[in-house]
């Protein structure tokens, strides 16, 4: 089993390696969604579910300003 600062950290890993699967911005890796976007989600109420949870992570990532922390996580492909 993970500690709690390896789940996190798996968490974060998963979130912004996790492409959008629907809408406008459609296969792109949610850090990758522009700040409007999410803020419109924000606005209107995340989805249900994982992705809303992710979703609504991002919003404060984003709205932080702690992109650039992220980063580094971002795998290649």
Same mark, same amino acid.
């Given at each position: ?13 998963? /979130? ?9 911005? =459609?296969?792109?890796? #949610?850090?990758? !969604?522009?700040? @409007?976007? $999410? ?11 994982? /992705? ?9 990532? =984003?709205?932080?300003? #702690?992109?650039? !922390?992220?980063? @580094?996580? $971002?795998?290649?492909?």
């Amino acid at each position: 089993m993970l500690d709690d600062g390896a789940a996190e950290h798996a968490r974060l890993i998963k /979130l912004v390696n996790t492409r959008m699967p629907f809408g406008r911005f =459609k296969d792109r890796k #949610l850090l990758d !969604l522009p700040e @409007p976007y $999410v803020i419109w989600f924000k606005n209107e109420g995340f989805p249900k579910g994982q /992705l809303g949870e992710q979703l609504a992570t991002l919003y404060e990532i =984003k709205v932080n300003g #702690l992109e650039g !922390l992220l980063r @580094p996580l $971002v795998s290649a492909d």
